[in-house]
């Protein structure tokens, strides 16, 4: 079913009901990036990232968390990114709802506390899937760096989830990256963001 599309989200929940299926864990992994400038980037397709990214996560959060929370177990696992930590010149709108996934995903873990339901937020960094080529990002600094396997992120969120982690950065490099913006102004932050996403030659 494709989320980017308004109201998708209650269709699918919906149509679990209806075949009888009960969800245990929840995993949002659907989203998807843009690399360039705001201004210049498509304006539909901004809008079905901010859709995807955020909005359908929320919305399936709010239709499988209250049945989790009666049954006093389950688990659910937004995918965020270590984008999630600064600004990110060139890609502004992707990593400001990663923002908003870690954020979110953070607090209803609190809400959630005492219930029996988990709630994990995955961050990984550069990862050896298609987002890269989609997302125009594949030749960066980022991505040159080395990217981990998505075999490694997946155990890394599997794990974290299991453990009742609140929030996990995948990979001890993306960990170190990540909480080290914490010690710069927020504007050094995104200058530093948009060099990594800049192409190598850029």
Not at 79 to 106: D, E, N, R, W
Request: include cysteine.
């Amino acid at each position: 079913m494709d989320l980017t599309e308004p109201g998708a989200a209650e269709r699918l929940y919906r149509e679990l009901q209806a075949d009888g299926v009960q969800v245990e864990t929840l995993v949002n992994n659907a989203g998807f990036g843009l690399r360039g400038p705001f201004v210049e980037l498509d304006a539909a397709r901004q809008t079905q990232m901010l859709q995807l990214n955020a909005v359908a996560l929320t919305e399936l959060c709010r239709l499988f968390a209250p049945e989790m929370a009666r049954r006093g177990r389950g688990g659910i696992l937004n995918i965020a990114s270590t984008a999630a930590f600064q600004p990110g010149p060139l890609m502004a709108v992707y990593c400001a709802t990663k923002a908003y996934v870690s954020s979110f995903s953070v607090a209803l873990g609190e809400e959630l506390s005492g219930t029996g339901v988990r709630v994990t937020c995955l961050c990984p960094g550069a990862t050896a899937t298609a987002f890269g080529d989609a997302a125009g990002v594949s030749k960066s600094r980022l991505f040159r760096a080395g990217a981990m396997s998505s075999m490694r992120v997946a155990e890394a969120g599997f794990e974290a989830l299991h453990a009742g982690t609140r929030l996990k950065i995948a990979g001890f490099k993306n960990w170190v990256l990540a909480l080290s913006v914490r010690f710069a102004p927020i504007w050094l932050a995104a200058k530093l963001s948009r060099r990594f996403l800049e192409d190598e030659a850029g």
